[in-house]
């Protein structure tokens, strides 16, 4: 098998699918968690405005941060 520019542009989009889907999860979780409502809102509000063709490495960060504020105690 020989990488390929493709190959890994095709990569990453799959690593993004499950960042995101990951993170919606959560959202739906903390959704039932009176401690997490306001924070799954916000992350709903960030997510509903996110701008997918700007920085995708700055998106990828922001996703990883929202995954781990969701899942703190």
Known sequence: MID???WEGFREGVDDVRY???LLD???QAK???AK???AKEAEKWM???DVASDLD???TKIVQWI???TRP
């Open 4 to 6: 390929t520019i493709q």
């Open 26 to 28: 959560l959202v739906e």
């Open 48 to 50: 509903a405005t996110m």
């Open 58 to 60: 700055g998106l990828r």
């Open 68 to 70: 781990v504020q969701l």
């Open 37 to 39: 409502q306001q924070l």
């Open 32 to 34: 039932a968690s009176p």
């Open 20 to 22: 995101l889907t990951t």
